[in-house]
């Protein structure tokens, strides 16, 4: 019995000091994991926070174990970093590597931004800070990019709609010259090649206005134009292709406001949408210009709708009725010497005039167009007695 007791009482001595030798290994390794990775956070300079917040690019400072230590608000904004955190792994693999060759890096990269979001393309610039901090710099190129995908597009598609009337030209010149000895063949030939130089005329035109438009600011020649006087203009315009078309133009609505404008472009404007209406209305069908005041927080603007009762658009082609050169019926379209290209202008013409266009329509019932623009100021006020009626059969 006392043997036994003396060997418990052994067992019981080195499995404490077994006990003891493991607490001592376990609190050694925790002091050293301590002293390699300090639970007390970088302190970063107030004043480098301040320069951070004044940049442009997207700017995040990143510590030493991968921590973002201050984001900017562009930065959060593209969703580079949430909390602590940096969302991109191709950014944070390259943070990596600059951090262990004390090499600044520049590289471009995409973000996804999910389902149905378009994908930035990002430009970036990683450089050591010292102190093992680092400073991230990100641009996003997509609006760049997207320039440049649409001046090759608007290159692209001009080459296109040129070489159509181009050709029909020289065609048309060819037939002529053929039918030489037939008086009839060559007047009637003769009067399609007329048609074919109008509508290249147009197109070169036109063209050269929404090139105009891009890289010129109207604002700078604007000045308070009464808007009567901007229908009346627009209205005389379209006033030959109304009559040929036999279309009744109904005009009603405020017309006692100031609209501070580039005069020529903001006819140009209008007279576009009327030149749309009649062109998409069936003969002998009405369209309507009504002029509404509206206020917006005490901001006055003046809304110019132009309605149809004619072929209607359908919702996929409202999505993309004020692109460049595209037609909801290019057969209609190029019977009446449509290029494309108005309903663009239009929409460039409201933008850099502080306004915006809208289309409502449905297949079968009509379109209605509305331009939107600030007024200026008031005239004085001069109540528009009813509706003005501009009836093709009467003026002809």
Same mark, same amino acid.
């Given at each position: 019995?006392?043997?036994?007791?003396?060997?418990?009482?052994?067992?019981?001595?080195?499995?404490?000091?077994?006990?003891?030798?493991?607490?001592?290994?376990?609190?050694?390794?925790?002091?050293?994991?301590?002293?390699? #990775?300090?639970?007390?956070?970088?302190?970063?300079?107030?004043?480098?926070?301040?320069?951070?917040?004044?940049?442009? =690019?997207?700017?995040?400072?990143?510590?030493?174990?991968?921590?973002? @230590?201050?984001?900017?608000?562009?930065?959060?904004?593209?969703?580079?970093?949430?909390?602590?955190?940096?969302?991109?792994?191709?950014?944070?693999?390259?943070? *990596?590597?600059?951090?262990? #060759?004390?090499?600044?890096?520049?590289?471009?990269?995409?973000?996804?931004?999910?389902?149905?979001?378009?994908?930035?393309?990002?430009?970036?610039?990683?450089?050591?800070?010292?102190?093992?901090?680092?400073?991230?710099?990100?641009?996003?190129?997509?609006?760049?990019?997207?320039?440049?995908?649409? *001046?090759?597009?608007?290159?692209?598609?001009?080459?296109?709609?040129?070489?159509?009337?181009?050709?029909?030209?020289?065609?048309?010149?060819?037939?002529?010259?053929?039918?030489?000895?037939?008086?009839?063949?060559?007047?009637?030939?003769?009067?399609?090649? =007329?048609?074919?130089?109008?509508?290249? #005329?147009?197109?070169?035109?036109?063209?050269?206005?929404? =090139? *105009?438009?891009?890289?010129?600011?109207?604002?700078?020649?604007?000045e308070p134009v009464p808007l009567k006087e901007l229908l009346d203009e627009a209205l005389a315009r379209t006033q030959e292709l109304s009559q040929a078309r036999q279309i009744n133009l109904v005009?009603?609505?405020?017309?006692?406001?100031?609209? @501070?404008?580039?005069?020529?472009?903001?006819?140009?404007?209008?007279?576009?949408?009327?030149?749309?209406?009649?062109?998409?209305?069936?003969?002998?069908? *009405?369209?309507?210009?009504?002029?509404?005041?509206?206020?917006?927080?005490?901001?006055?603007?003046?809304?110019?709708?132009?309605?149809?009762?004619?072929?209607?658009?359908?919702?996929?082609?409202q999505q993309r009725i004020f692109e460049r050169f595209y037609r909801v019926d290019y057969g209609r379209s190029r019977e009446n010497g449509g290029t494309g290209l108005g309903l663009s202008i239009?929409?460039?013409?409201?933008?850099?005039?502080?306004?915006?266009?809208?289309?409502?329509?449905?297949?079968?019932?009509?379109?209605?167009?509305?331009?939107?623009?600030?007024?200026?100021?008031?005239?004085?006020?001069?109540?528009?007695?009813?509706? #003005?009626?501009?009836? =093709?059969?009467?003026?002809?």
């Amino acid at each position: 019995m006392f043997l036994g007791a003396l060997c418990g009482l052994g067992v019981g001595l080195v499995l404490g000091v077994g006990v003891m030798l493991l607490w001592n290994r376990s609190e050694k390794r925790y002091n050293e994991v301590q002293q390699i #990775s300090p639970t007390e956070p970088t302190l970063v300079d107030p004043q480098v926070i301040e320069v951070v917040n004044l940049l442009r =690019s997207a700017a995040l400072l990143i510590g030493p174990h991968d921590e973002v @230590l201050h984001s900017n608000p562009q930065a959060r904004s593209l969703g580079l970093c949430r909390g602590q955190r940096v969302m991109v792994p191709s950014v944070l693999e390259r943070i *990596r590597e600059v951090r262990r #060759s004390g090499e600044p890096a520049v590289f471009d990269t995409t973000l996804s931004r999910g389902v149905g979001a378009p994908t930035l393309h990002l430009n970036v610039r990683i450089g050591p800070m010292g102190d093992d901090t680092e400073l991230v710099l990100v641009d996003d190129r997509t609006p760049l990019l997207r320039v440049d995908e649409t *001046r090759r597009d608007f290159v692209a598609n001009v080459s296109h709609e040129l070489k159509t009337p181009i050709g029909a030209v020289s065609l048309l010149a060819e037939a002529v010259e053929e039918a030489a000895d037939d008086p009839d063949e060559v007047r009637r030939f003769a009067g399609r090649l =007329s048609q074919e130089s109008a509508r290249l #005329s147009e197109l070169v035109s036109q063209i050269i206005d929404l =090139s *105009r438009l891009q890289s010129d600011d109207p604002m700078l020649r604007a000045e308070p134009v009464p808007l009567k006087e901007l229908l009346d203009e627009a209205l005389a315009r379209t006033q030959e292709l109304s009559q040929a078309r036999q279309i009744n133009l109904v005009r009603a609505g405020e017309e006692d406001r100031l609209v @501070l404008c580039d005069r020529d472009q903001m006819v140009d404007a209008i007279a576009n949408l009327m030149t749309n209406a009649i062109v998409y209305s069936d003969t002998g069908a *009405r369209v309507v210009v009504t002029t509404t005041i509206r206020d917006d927080a005490g901001d006055e603007f003046v809304e110019i709708s132009v309605a149809d009762n004619g072929i209607g658009i359908s919702p996929e082609n409202q999505q993309r009725i004020f692109e460049r050169f595209y037609r909801v019926d290019y057969g209609r379209s190029r019977e009446n010497g449509g290029t494309g290209l108005g309903l663009s202008i239009v929409k460039h013409i409201a933008a850099v005039h502080g306004g915006s266009v809208n289309v409502w329509s449905k297949l079968g019932q009509g379109s209605t167009f509305t331009l939107r623009l600030p007024v200026e100021g008031s005239q004085d006020r001069v109540p528009v007695a009813g509706a #003005s009626r501009i009836d =093709s059969e009467r003026q002809s």
